[in-house]
């Protein structure tokens, strides 16, 4: 599934705000390091932390970058959470 995330806090990762529309998305070291949070994704971002763990093209790591408009993330719909607030959905294509 993926969800278009929107910026909404000045300085705030995509992560974070994943986390305020109320995803649960994987995470470890929230530095750039460990690569847990690695997602499939579009749109412009820039990175906070310069992220040592490999990414491929069309990929980011949402624990240290912020979103410079928005961003098209895949997510696990697992991790939606009932906090929910905000999301845009778009079905996956086949
Ligand atoms: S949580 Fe470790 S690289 Fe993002």
């Given at each position: 599934m993926r969800v278009v995330v929107l910026p909404k806090?000045?300085?705030e990762t995509v992560l974070e705000s994943l986390e305020a529309m109320g995803v649960e998305h994987e995470y470890q070291c929230r530095s750039g390091y460990c690569g847990a949070c690695r997602s499939?994704?579009?749109g412009?971002?820039?990175?906070?932390?310069e992220p040592?763990?490999?990414?491929?093209?069309g990929e980011i790591l949402p624990c240290c970058c912020i979103a410079k408009?928005?961003?098209l993330i895949e997510i696990n719909e697992q991790?939606?959470?009932e906090g929910l607030s905000e999301l845009i959905f778009f079905k996956?294509?086949?």
């Open positions: 806090t000045e300085g499939k994704a579009s412009v971002v820039d990175y906070v932390l040592v763990a490999l990414i491929n093209a408009g928005p961003v991790s939606l959470t996956k294509q086949a």
